[in-house]
């Protein structure tokens, strides 16, 4: 339901990085990369509004270590195989090299930003982010080398141009056109935090996540998604002509999310197509929801964020429209469950992920009669685990 296997210890990370690659353990650095959560704030990242991640204690480890020769070689201790690069390459996407594609474009962003490496490397690399978790494994992967080849080659790149690198790699080597967000957090959260972004100007505050005895349960739908790509586009067309309409009428705004939900209510009879209306209205009170939880974690109020996830979840089912079975399934059954204070599906939608608040003692039943309901409705069963906050990305050896 969780992790099935136990969980990796980073401090053994040395000592297999020596039994492979020979030298001394004394040599190697190791640095930790975490997953995220998007506690609040869906859809409307490409809206002007604002997201609500928090870094996860679920971490990707990866040893480091320079070489004599300009040879690269990466391992990953789940996947058997070496890839074998030199440092003098021009870096270019190919299939055939699976994970080792994100590494090199990172190589390739940094080699585009002017910065040298004298030498190659050997990595080795383990992980306890559940696979396919829906939790950002590859911006885990990107971020946390980025970090540790800067660290390591005393390159002296800040955090934030780590979150810049990792989107770069995704836009000009990976072809995938993402937000920032998922790099931005992994390379700048604190653990007992979340963190407020605007994704269009990168301004960002610090909430304190102060969780008591509650935790928050991913849950993956484990279902293989089809249409989230083409409903993505369609949604965000839908938002862009809802805002022409408003603009047309002479509201002088350039983004959806710059209305409060009281100005919304006032010119909202200007957008005369329902759908458009109802798309246009989710993305108003989700920015509003995610000032709310911000300020519902800062007064302690942990009830008044569980209403808030709920409100999330039935607004991206009912004026977003992007939900369906399988997560109506996990959010609706989570939030009836006792100890359960508020759940939401995060992420595109269609699939992928839903989290739940959950009271610690609780777990363990939750994950149980939350599995039943899904299994029977859906007909396959669902991924479960419980999760705390942690720290951004950093060297832990």
Known sequence: MGLTAKEYDPKDLPGEFVELYGGETSDVRVYASPARINIIGEHID?????????????????????????????????????????????????KKNDYANYLNGILSQIKVQGYKLPCGFEILMASNVPAGGGI???????????????????????????????????????????????????????????????????????APLELGDYRFVVMNTNKVRKLSDSKYNERRSQCEEALKILQDKGLGISELCELTPAKWEEVKSFVTDEVLQKRARHCVYENQRVLDAVAALKSGDLKKLGLLLNESHNS?????????????????????????????????????????????????????????????KVGYE???????????????I
């Not at 059954?333 to 839903?354: H, I, V």
């Not at 669902?382 to 832990?396: H, L, Q, T, Y």
């Open 382 to 396: 669902a991924g479960f685990f419980a999760c705390e906050s942690g720290d951004g990305v950093k060297r832990i």
């Open 316 to 376: 991206l089912k009912e004026d977003y429209e992007v939900t369906g079975l399988e997560l109506d399934t996990l959010a609706e059954t989570s939030q009836k469950e006792e100890g359960c204070l508020g759940a939401r599906m995060t992420g595109a939608g269609f699939g992928g992920c839903a989290i739940a608040l959950v009271h610690k003692d609780k777990i363990d039943s939750f994950i149980e009669n939350v599995q039943k309901e899904y299994t029977s």
């Open 46 to 94: 490409y809206n002007g509004g604002k997201v609500f991640p928090a870094a996860i204690d679920r971490y990707l480890y990866l040893a480091i270590r320079k070489r004599s020769d300009s040879k690269i070689i990466y391992n990953d201790l789940r996947f058997p195989g070496s890839y074998v690069f030199d440092i003098g390459e021009n870096f270019s996407y190919d």
């Open 136 to 206: 950002s494994s590859s911006s885990a992967l990107e971020c946390g080398f980025a970090y540790a080849v800067s660290d390591t080659f005393e390159l002296g790149i800040d955090r934030i141009e780590i979150a810049k690198l990792g989107q770069m790699s995704e836009h000009n080597f990976m072809g995938v056109n993402c937000g920032i967000m998922d790099q931005f957090i992994i390379a700048t959260g604190k653990k007992n935090t979340a963190e407020m972004l605007n994704c269009a100007t990168l301004e960002y505050e610090y």
